[in-house]
């Protein structure tokens, strides 16, 4: 196992020429093509571009749930293209909040106990309590006990948020977090997503085509052809 | 930071507590292997133990010697009596006839027992109390005689010239197993009665059984060694306490030979149960094991939670398992009834039941760590896109793992193995099997993705089924190869017992064989016959029995051990003398001598007999005849039919050579039916020492002896069946999972059922094809070595059933296939997209 490199953090996410290539030798595809960004501490930033451009390969990389092909990844000043797959786990644990557009609970488990999965991995104390803690922010104490399959799309999305804040972590990705909801529930759901990140202080990364909601964030950053071609406050 | 035990045991079983079905095949397979080895070994240690607590009761003493037609000498008496206290039997196959006049007889074994008998072990009657031997003119009967006859306590039945009372039924024979096979129920009379029936005469067919009691310290093969020693020529049958029923010890040798190889298959089929099991389970948890690593669970944590899922219902499959292994015993003995030489009682084994647990754990690890070593190594990003597992290599140390516990397999299957090389040659047998199996889906692979596209959307989607990534192809060509093997194996051994049942019955047997008729009474007989059916076919000649004591000038009693297969010198044969060659005969050395030969001594041997002797044509050979030694010269060698139910014998001599010797005449008698009733009333009360034997009884016995062990061998193999049956509904459901998704597709594209049903048909037909013949012949060749080298039939299986069979399991395998896809194909698209 490597030991974790860490740098002066004075941004949340530094990614300098990030390339991703995947696929076999005959048949690459590239994905980005030498992505460079910096995002500061408590600040959220939306991720705009048409389908295919890269955004979610980027979130992916950023988020350490996929491999660079090159380039550099400074997360919390965690260098995550020097961690391995386990590695890159133990980083995320506290450290990184993930919101996804079609949840990804976990079926077989109730809210709660979806809540409180990674606080136990994180071998964080009283993760039940944290958890219901947390649901109860987001307007699910009623339903603790309830199964996705018995929860609305937008019950789902919530306890996904409350999963995603419940260890305190300093940078939260969502994408397309309200691609599955209809109009009025997913206003209510990037409400909850922005009022949650200002409680906790951290910062946010979230991927929508929605200009709506970008205009809701601190600085907007557009993509095409897996390169930033725009960025601006 | 790892997580502590309890919290991963937390996670694991709240992950688990929903999806339990997923792990049902794990749970079955590893419940038949257990339950199966379980029971195998409760059994047959409940077999051993009873056998070795009963060792001196079965033999009825410690050390036994039979001889054939005669008494003890005095000098042999000596002997033995020197060794310790002696018991002494004479038992010999006579005709019980009714009390009422013209009443019915049947064949029975009479024995005559001392006042010292039994040593060992209780004679019980039926009435209560242990009894010792009867008072003279009394007799103890069997169950079946009393039936038989219809004679109860009080009345009287009759034996030669004697009558007697009888005194009570018996309920158990202490020495019956040691006894061997017999013809008839047991009747027991005191040793003082015997003259007086007069059944013993000279050349009677007799045996005299002393059975020598030896004080507790006593090396019983020793003493046995040093009396044989004394008398090496006196052509005795002695045996030990160490092996006191012969023909039950080889019977639960063979039948414990066959249990280990359905324990060991079935061991095997349950290892690839688990393995798909396992594979399938993991499969539908793939977004849930990504969603856990993107909260921040490391490969060693879904590692652990997964191995701890599945070690908690393998611990509970593995304790049902030997809860109901450890009273099958029960079940078997009372299902089985006299099958079993012994009823093993309800005793808790620990050893067999430790050895199957053992087992079974090292079972569900070596079959289920691949694929959760495959499992660990899922990426966070599985989310994101379909990943295409493909053969993914598992890391070094879950492989050392696995070869650890495979390792561990084999060296306990060796080291409790009766047979140890046995035991290896069928793990050695079974892996190459599967070896085999794995690349002919390798090889099936390889040519699908080589073969030209067809147009047709449809055949083109079944043969991209066979090779795309992610495709089914090898857990299903393992499990069906697998499958077809199991039922052509046992139909093969079904047919096989079946046709040797069908064929102990000749189609030509004789009425009757009649044994000991008095040479002065033979005329008399034979009109007796002819009266009864004029058309009746009498085939009669000399019976008597002699010790081999010199051959090619080597005299037996110097040898220092007997030539390999030389059962010939092992004491006394049985003999006859004749002035025609016997039918069923055919001369394969030498010539027959002329009918009115009158000459020096001349024999004919049995070509095979002769062959273990290394002697031929020319050669000397001398027999002790009731202590006469006769010398003859080799006048021929005799190939003989000996399944035609007729008479003959190893050794035929020429006439004028045995002709002095007291002796009897034996007989084969065709008659018609109402003869066969006339017969049978006549001949005992007219010939009181003759045995008159109904072919049909014997045949039905052993029809009924057959029929017995052909049910027991496929209730045994029917667990590896039903395991193997378990495997390949796992994998076929595994597969259908991935057909559901391309048939919802192909129906919403405007697909009918029929041409989607036509494409999972035209896939599962490919399969079944390449396995048939592959099938066939693995299932033969299983079955020939159960029936051919454990069991000694003959193999003779009906190869119509096992075309049939094929092409039923195939049918049976595409049924699963398709069946739970019906639904699915039933519904309009719309609902079956919202299904997917």
Redesign the interface.
């Known amino acids: 196992m490597h030991a974790p490199v860490t740098h002066k953090a004075d941004m949340a996410i530094r990614a300098a020429n990030v390339t991703l290539s995947l696929g076999s030798k005959d048949a690459s595809v590239s994905i980005l093509r030498g992505v460079d960004l910096e995002v500061p501490y408590d600040s959220s930033v939306a991720l705009l571009g048409p389908s295919g451009s890269g955004k979610?390969?980027l979130m992916?990389v950023l988020?350490?749930?996929?491999q660079a092909s090159g380039g550099t990844v400074l997360i919390d000043g965690l260098d995550f293209t020097k961690l391995d797959?386990?590695?890159?786990?133990?980083a995320?644990?506290?450290r990184i909040g993930?919101v996804?557009q079609a949840f990804?609970?976990?079926?077989?488990?109730t809210a709660l106990?979806n809540v409180a999965?990674?606080l136990?991995?994180?071998?964080l104390d009283d993760p039940f309590g944290r958890a219901q803690s947390e649901l109860e922010a987001v307007g699910l104490g009623h339903r603790l006990t309830h199964?996705p399959s018995q929860l609305s799309g937008g019950e789902q999305q919530r306890v996904a948020i409350a999963?995603a804040m419940a260890a305190g972590p300093k940078i939260i990705f969502a994408d397309e977090p309200t691609g599955n909801l209809d109009g009025s529930t997913g206003t209510a759901i990037v409400d909850l997503l922005f009022e949650r990140r200002a409680a906790l202080g951290a910062t946010l990364l979230i991927i929508t085509h929605d200009p709506e909601l970008a205009r809701k964030c601190d600085r907007v950053i557009s993509m095409q052809d897996g390169h930033v071609v725009e960025s601006a406050a | 930071?790892s997580?502590s035990l309890a919290?991963i045991w937390?996670?694991a079983r709240?992950?688990?507590?929903?999806?339990i079905r997923g792990l049902r095949l794990l749970a079955i397979c590893l419940f038949l292997g257990v339950a199966t080895l379980a029971a195998i070994g409760s059994l047959t240690a409940g077999i051993a133990d009873e056998l070795s607590r009963r060792g001196q009761s079965i033999l009825g003493g410690d050390v036994e010697i039979g001889i054939a037609q005669r008494e003890a000498t005095q000098a042999e008496m000596a002997a033995m009596r020197k060794a310790g206290a002696v018991s002494q039997t004479i038992r010999l196959r006579a005709m019980a006839i009714g009390s009422q006049i013209g009443g019915d007889s049947l064949l029975a074994e009479l024995k005559a027992v001392d006042n010292v008998y039994p040593h060992y072990g209780a004679l019980t009657l039926r009435e209560g109390g242990i009894a010792k031997a009867p008072a003279k003119d009394e007799i103890y009967i069997g169950p079946t005689l009393s039936e038989r006859l219809n004679i109860d306590t009080g009345e009287t039945v009759r034996f030669g010239e004697a009558t007697f009372k009888v005194a009570g039924i018996i309920a158990e024979e202490p020495d019956r197993l040691g006894e061997g096979f017999t013809l008839g129920p047991v009747a027991i009379i005191n040793m003082l009665s015997l003259p007086d029936t007069g059944l013993i005469q000279p050349g009677s067919m007799y045996e005299a059984k002393y059975r020598i009691k030896l004080s507790a310290d006593e090396d019983a093969a020793a003493v046995a060694k040093t009396l044989e020693a004394q008398f090496p020529s006196a052509g005795w049958d002695i045996t030990d306490r160490s092996n006191g029923a012969p023909g039950t010890r080889r019977f639960i040798e063979r039948m414990g030979q066959f249990l280990t190889l359905v324990g060991l298959a079935a061991l095997v089929i349950a290892g690839i149960g688990v393995g798909n099991g396992v594979s399938s389970y993991l499969t539908s948890k793939r977004?849930?094991i990504?969603?856990?690593?993107?909260?921040?669970?490391?490969?060693?944590?879904i590692f652990r939670i997964y191995m701890l899922q599945i070690l908690a219902v393998a611990a509970g499959a593995i304790i049902a398992g030997l809860a109901v292994g450890s009273v099958m015993p029960m079940v078997i003995g009372w299902v089985a009834g006299d099958i079993l030489p012994v009823a093993p009682g309800f005793n808790l084994h620990p050893l067999p039941l430790f050895v199957s647990a053992v087992y079974g754990l090292l079972i569900a690890i070596a079959f289920a760590l691949p694929p959760l070593a495959r499992a660990r190594?899922l990426?966070?990003?599985g989310?994101?896109r379909a990943i295409v597992e493909g053969n993914a290599r598992i890391d070094q140390r879950s492989a050392i793992w696995v070869i650890a516990a495979i390792g561990a397999i084999i060296t306990l299957a060796v080291v409790t193995a009766r047979e140890p090389l046995f035991s290896l040659a069928f793990i050695g047998a079974a892996f190459g099997l599967l070896l085999l199996l794995t690349g002919i889906a390798w090889l099936l692979r390889f040519i699908a993705l080589r073969l030209p596209r067809p147009k047709a959307p449809l055949p083109r989607l079944a043969l991209a089924n066979l090779h795309r990534p992610g495709a089914q192809t090898q857990a299903l060509v393992v499990a069906l190869g697998l499958g077809l093997t199991l039922f052509v194996t046992l139909a093969a051994i079904q047919t096989s017992i079946n046709n040797e049942i069908k064929n102990s019955v000749p189609d030509r047997a004789p009425s009757f064989f009649a044994l000991d008729i008095p040479r002065e009474g033979a005329a008399q007989f034979t009109q007796m016959v002819q009266q009864a059916d004029p058309k009746a076919t009498i085939n009669m000649i000399p019976a008597l029995r002699g010790t081999i004591v010199e051959y090619g000038g080597q005299r037996v009693d110097q040898l220092e051990e007997l030539p390999d297969g030389a059962w010939i010198l092992n004491g006394d044969r049985g003999l006859t003398y004749s002035g025609a060659l016997p039918k069923g005969s055919e001369i394969v050395a030498g010539n027959w001598w002329p009918a009115n030969y009158k000459g020096p001594a001349l024999v004919s041997l049995e070509a095979e007999a002769a062959e273990s002797l290394g002697v031929s044509v020319g050669d000397s050979l001398t027999i002790s005849l009731l202590g006469v030694e006769i010398p003859a010269k080799i006048a021929s060698l005799r190939t003989v039919k000996w399944d035609n139910f007729g008479l003959n014998y190893v050794m035929v001599f020429s006439p004028g050579s045995l002709d002095a010797a007291p002796h009897n005449m034996v007989a084969t008698l065709t008659v018609s039916k109402p003869a066969e009733r006339i017969l049978a009333k006549s001949i005992p009360p007219a010939f009181p020492s003759s045995s008159l034997i109904e072919v049909g009884e014997v045949t039905a016995q052993i029809t009924i002896l057959l029929s017995q062990m052909a049910q027991a061998i496929a209730a045994a193999a029917s667990i590896a069946i039903l395991a193997g049956i378990a495997v390949l509904v796992g994998a076929i459901a595994a597969a259908r999972q991935s057909r559901i998704y391309d048939s919802v597709i192909m129906k919403m594209l405007g697909s009918t059922r029929r041409q989607i049903l036509g494409a999972q048909a035209l896939e599962y037909g490919i399969l079944a094809a390449v396995l048939g013949l592959l099938s066939l012949l693995l299932g033969m060749f299983a079955a020939y070595y159960v029936v051919v080298e454990i069991f000694d039939f003959s193999f003779a299986p009906d190869y119509s059933i096992l075309a049939l069979t094929l092409v039923g399991g195939a049918g049976l395998t595409f049924m699963l296939g398709i069946v739970g896809s019906l639904p699915i194909l039933a519904a309009r698209p719309s609902e079956a997209l919202r299904s997917l």
């Open positions: 979610s390969s992916a988020a350490g749930l996929e797959e386990d590695e890159l786990a133990r995320r644990r506290g993930i996804l990804h609970l976990l079926p077989t488990m106990e999965i990674p136990e991995l994180a071998g199964y999963r | 930071m997580l919290a937390r996670i709240r992950d688990l507590s929903a999806r977004a849930s990504a969603t856990l690593k993107v909260t921040g669970a490391d490969s060693g944590t190594n990426p966070a990003a989310l994101f």
